[in-house]
């Protein structure tokens, strides 16, 4: 379902509100198509052909980036939790039953490296001399800089204002497509039948505190 | 199905999400180098292996980078702890000083990526002594990783570590 770029009804001015550029929104068919294509190439690894996982790699890698950062790691954690998931992949090439079920898999296997992390930091470092400063969401001043459109910075201010369940709840499922939403679910430990309800709240929210942004809806 | 979740979203909606996408994109972008990373770190023949995971990386001395303060890395799986302590040489390499506890002779391999992914992977190899420690001279920095196998072919799997940046 290609996002048209209609006048919106909602807001004067009627402009697109894709600022920066997104990727392309894939249809339920292209998820499904991905999900198949994601699927063989776990059953190539598993006969041995390792290099098969390049293109699940570069393909989930995203999605398992903004679910690491999403659990306040910092940037050197999140990419060592990544790395570290992919391990584990390896290791249980041969447990996963559902070969469409590998994203899921690794986003539940991210989400606790990334709590084993977190807890292991803390028993740690707590004491230490040098607590490491996790910086969880990126704050909104040293960003502004780098969104060069007003309405991005509007968005983003408000973002940040929302209940931290909000913003990482709206951060995955920003990421993945409703086909796979079971994955999100996965990702926030939530049932996948709050997943609708909360989105909802949550989007409800923000959209609120768009309209009553002048800055926003006059421009 | 009614789970509100299947709903379409109306275009409004569809539209924050998408700029929330997109602001995430270009506000916390994956580290450049994370698919490479991953890759290599992917890259094995057998996949028995029993991760090793990085859980203290400091930097020694007066804590600037680049200085000559060393830099001491922990990596722990469920039977073993490797500790590595990189230092800068003059000639522009490192030297890698390591310890395997409990101690163990266990073959120590040290993958090296190439500069480019063309460029083949070289791999270098080393016996812990009895007291764990093993040690690499004149490395060439970038992407490297330690691989630690048992010296009998006994039921023990090899230790696999995250790949590191020199």
Redesign the interface.
């Known amino acids: 379902m290609p996002i048209t770029q209609k006048p919106n009804r909602h807001f004067a001015g009627g402009r697109s509100l894709m600022h920066v550029s997104t990727d392309t929104t894939l249809g339920e068919t292209g998820q499904d198509d991905r999900r198949t294509r994601l699927a063989r190439c776990l059953e190539r690894a598993r006969s041995g052909e390792l290099a098969a996982l390049d293109e699940v790699v570069r393909e989930l890698n995203p999605l398992l980036w903004n679910v690491a950062r999403a659990q306040n790691l910092n940037a050197d954690q999140a990419a060592d939790v990544v790395q570290t998931t992919w391990l584990e992949l390896l290791r249980r090439l041969h447990e996963i039953r559902a070969p469409e079920a590998l994203a899921a898999w690794l986003v539940t296997a991210t989400r606790r490296e990334a709590w084993r992390v977190r807890t292991w930091h803390r028993q740690h470092m707590s004491e230490g001399t040098e607590i490491l400063e996790s910086t969880p969401d990126p704050g909104p001043e040293p960003y502004e800089r780098l969104m060069s459109d007003e309405r991005d910075r509007v968005l983003w201010r408000h973002f940040q204002r929302l209940p931290e369940r909000c913003r990482t709840l709206l951060r995955i499922v920003a990421q993945v497509e409703r086909p796979d939403y079971s994955m999100v679910a996965e990702a926030m430990e939530m049932p996948r039948g709050s997943i609708g309800p909360t989105r909802g709240r949550c989007l409800a929210k923000l959209r609120e505190l768009l309209l009553a942004d002048t800055e926003w809806s006059l421009s | 199905m009614t789970?509100?979740?299947?709903?379409?979203?109306d275009?409004?909606?569809?539209?924050?999400?998408?700029?929330?996408?997109?602001?995430?994109?270009?506000?916390?972008?994956?580290?450049p180098d994370?698919?490479e990373?991953?890759?290599f770190?992917?890259?094995?023949e057998n996949?028995?292996?029993?991760?090793a995971?990085?859980?203290?990386?400091?930097l020694a001395g007066s804590g600037a980078r680049g200085g000559d303060g060393s830099r001491t890395i922990t990596f722990e799986s469920e039977s073993r702890t490797i500790i590595i302590t990189l230092a800068d040489t003059p000639d522009g390499r490192v030297h890698v000083d390591g310890w395997l506890a409990p101690a163990a002779r266990m073959r120590v391999e040290l993958r090296l990526g190439g500069a480019t992914p063309d460029t083949p992977a070289a791999s270098e190899s080393v016996v812990s002594d009895d007291s764990g420690r093993f040690a690499f001279d004149g490395i060439a920095h970038g992407l490297a990783r330690l691989l630690v196998h048992p010296i009998d072919d006994g039921d023990e799997s090899s230790i696999?570590t995250?790949?590191l940046v020199l």
Not at chain 2, 18 to 24: K, N
């Open positions: 789970d509100p979740a299947d709903q379409p979203l275009e409004t909606d569809q539209a924050i999400l998408d700029q929330v996408r997109a602001l995430h994109s270009l506000l916390d972008p994956p580290p994370l698919n990373r991953v890759q770190a992917i890259a094995l996949v028995d292996v029993e991760v995971r990085l859980v203290e990386d400091v696999v995250p790949s």
